[in-house]
């Protein structure tokens, strides 16, 4: 259909030009509302905010209106988490405590110290460096760089909250009446008579769940910009955040971690950058672990129960179009405290994976830097109160997935790495990465020799005895004894003095069952028919018949 020209119009246009400023009354109200909802207002809501005075506010200060709210619904629409919201928090987080930029020198520094690094290690270890240059990353930089990971980990957690809040907050609008207006900042009789608040739900969902993945975004953010202040290098969390696997170093984390510790800075540079080398080495050539050990996180995260009742419980009582009041809510544990029985065993996966890529780190980085740092044990004692403590990871995990990242077995698995490198040699310590299937337990963990035996096929020696062995089976043979003999003790017809029968005690006749035999029966008991048959034998020719005649007897010896 061609264009009509519009006689009204000097610049030209058409009529639908004039039905677009009739729909919207000249002041744009709904258009916005259009993008804020995704999709048509309903007409009463409109015409409500239009009697409101919403309508005739100016022109400028509606677009900033709308400009806010698009920067709070920014983001991927599909997703629970607002990533942009996310990255953006958690650089304002950084940039407010101080986030210089790396300058040129000290990027050189950060390679040559990775070089030496990597040239300790290749004495020690059959894994290759990785062929991505090392970085040196500013905490803005590692955010930026570690990112998509942390989306991985809590998008299932994010989908989750955002459906609970928005559940809350529609339930709260469903609930409302005249009375409650004041909670929406509506005042009184300022809606049409009659006006159904509930049916104001069903329009606002798109828009809640909006605001759900940016608050939740926020919460990322502020979570991600404080461990990006106090991590040291790019996998000390213990998962492989920065892609690809590279040595990363924040070297203004590392000068803060050296403060303090009476070592010189370069060594602690040194030890650390081992240490993150060591573990890159390992993500690089074991190429199932990182995705195991990110699945195992999500496992968790998707099988979280959000406490709902909480949530609803924050939202009753606060504004819905306040956005600061709203982040307040999300800011406590929104998680059910008892993990259910999928997170414990996902839990229980996740920890020893993790106490074996540390285990086996500590035992690598140990035999790295012997004879060349001279303060290493100092070094790693540091590293384990740190790691011991509720470091920077653990409050981020327990925050954004209520996840405790604390391995209870590090120790236990350095030793199992050692005694396996000493039993057979160092390739075959790194072979057992080879396949998710074979790497140790748990139990192997708790049995490092059993381990080993079963890896070398050697049988495994019985524990020497000793003194306490001794005395522990002293003590049982004595419990047996006792045990025994009061059982004695409780046996019928026997006396107080655990001896003869009394004297008019009844005796078991010679031909009764012997005790323990399951057709023994009392004597006298009338039910045995063999006993019937002997009671009549002793009487003789005493028995009658059942009519009263004599009982016939059996031929005698001289008829047969």
Known sequence: MPDVPNPMNPYGGRDDDDRDENRNNGDGLEDMLRNLMGGAPDAGMVDALRQMGL???????????????????????????????????????????GDPSVPASTQSDVAQVAQVANLWLDAVTDFAAPSARPRALSRSEWIEATMPTWRKVVEPVATGVGNAVSDAMMKQLGQMDAGDLSQLGIPEGMLPAGFDI?????????????????????????AIGALAGETVTGT???????????????????????????????EVHLYLAVREAARVRLYERVPWLGAALIAAVQSYAGDIRIDTEAIEEKVRD???????????????????????PEQKRALAHLETLLALVEGWVDVVTDEAVRGHLPNAAALSEAVRRRRASAGPAEKTFSSLVGLEMRPRQMREAADLWRKLAEATDAATRDEAWGHPDFI???DDIADPENYIAKRTGAEVAEPERDAMDDELEALLTQGRAEWDADRADDAPGASESGGAPQAGSETPDSGDAKAGDPDARPSGDASDPRHGAAENRSEGDDDKDDDGDDAPSGPSDSEK
Request: glycine residues 10%; proline residues 7%; aromatic residues 4%.
């Open 318 to 340: 606060i504004d819905p179009s306040d956005a600061e009041a709203m982040q307040e809510a999300l800011a406590g544990n929104l998680f059910s405290p008892e993990p259910s």
């Open 236 to 266: 000390e969390v213990g998962l492989p955040l920065v892609t690809p696997n590279a040595v990363t170093i924040l070297p203004g984390n590392v000068a803060s971690f050296a403060d303090g510790l009476g070592v010189d800075a370069g």
């Open 440 to 442: 140790p337990t748990a």
């Open 55 to 97: 309508g005739n506010i100016d022109p400028a200060q509606l677009g900033m209106m709308q400009a806010q709210f698009q920067a709070m619904m920014s983001g991927d629409t599909g997703s629970a988490l607002n990533e942009r919201m996310a990255g953006d928090v958690a650089r304002r987080v950084v940039a407010a405590e």
């Open 198 to 222: 509930s049916s104001l739900s069903s329009q606002m969902t798109p828009m809640l769940k909006q605001m759900s993945s940016s608050m939740f975004g926020m919460q990322v953010g502020q």
